[in-house]
């Protein structure tokens, strides 16, 4: 796999589009997703890295969205619970990956606000969500990408290795087995297989493609990034 600052900055679009799709949809964030030139972007990006056919159904789902279509989808999946008081969708990783094990959750939450901080991602104080919501989790690897291509185009190889080392920390410990499990529940709920008490607006197809293209870009990135590391054993991560 090429480790190039190119192919880094095209992680970066499709994890940074992904992740703007599970926002809440106002009208900032259904403006950047519909905005041509983005599309334009993402869909290169689709193209070289190979994954063009979820990139297309994403964009085929969003043609022709507003914020009046896509902000009830939003809602009946992630927003309200039904009258058994859950949720269809569960956007957090510790319900994925942790369960009821309440000291095991607030453990992986607390390491993922623990490498936000030293990435210099800030949580927007209008985000309204848990440190382990999918969004933050799939911008904090837009950011490791996007900070690997600036490393790698400025020859700074020490500090490219430690950002592949922290991509294959937060794969392998947190989106490898959440962002799966996330996309089979979305796709069920989507699909009518789920165990909603609500039918699901038809611009829910957006949701079930971003969890599609969020799944499949994980697999591609496990397939290519080192294994995880400790700093400071000398092992170089070259993927």
């Not at 290169?44 to 043609?63: F, M, N, P, R, T």
């Not at 490498?115 to 210099?120: A, M, N, S």
């Not at 848990?130 to 790698?152: I, K, N, P, S």
């Amino acid at each position: 796999m090429k480790n190039t600052p190119h192919h880094h900055t095209r992680r970066a679009a499709l994890y940074g589009f992904a992740a703007t799709v599970f926002q809440y949809p106002d009208e900032a964030v259904v403006g950047d997703l519909t905005d041509e030139e983005v599309q334009d972007a993402v869909r290169q990006a689709g193209d070289a890295l190979g994954l063009d056919s979820e990139v297309e159904a994403l964009l085929h789902a969003l043609d022709g969205v507003d914020r009046d279509s896509l902000e009830p989808a939003y809602n009946r999946l992630f927003g309200l619970p039904g009258d058994g008081g859950t949720y269809p969708v569960v956007p957090y990783e510790a319900h994925y990956t942790t369960g009821d094990e309440v000291n095991e959750s607030q453990r992986r939450i607390a390491t993922v606000v623990g490498l936000l901080e030293e990435f210099g991602l800030e949580i927007s104080d209008e985000f309204d969500e848990r440190h382990d919501h999918v969004t933050v989790e799939l911008e904090l690897l837009q950011v490791l990408a996007a900070q690997r291509a600036v490393a790698l185009d400025g020859g700074d190889d020490e500090t490219a290795v430690r950002l592949a080392r922290a991509g294959a920390t937060v794969l392998d410990e947190h989106l490898g087995d959440f962002i799966p499990a996330f996309a089979h529940r979305v796709r069920e709920t989507v699909n009518g297989g789920g165990s909603s008490d609500r039918d699901v607006p038809e611009a829910s197809a957006v949701y079930a493609a971003a969890a599609d293209l969020a799944a499949a870009l994980i697999e591609f990135d496990e397939a290519s990034h080192p294994d995880p590391v400790s700093p400071g054993t000398g092992v170089r991560a070259d993927g």
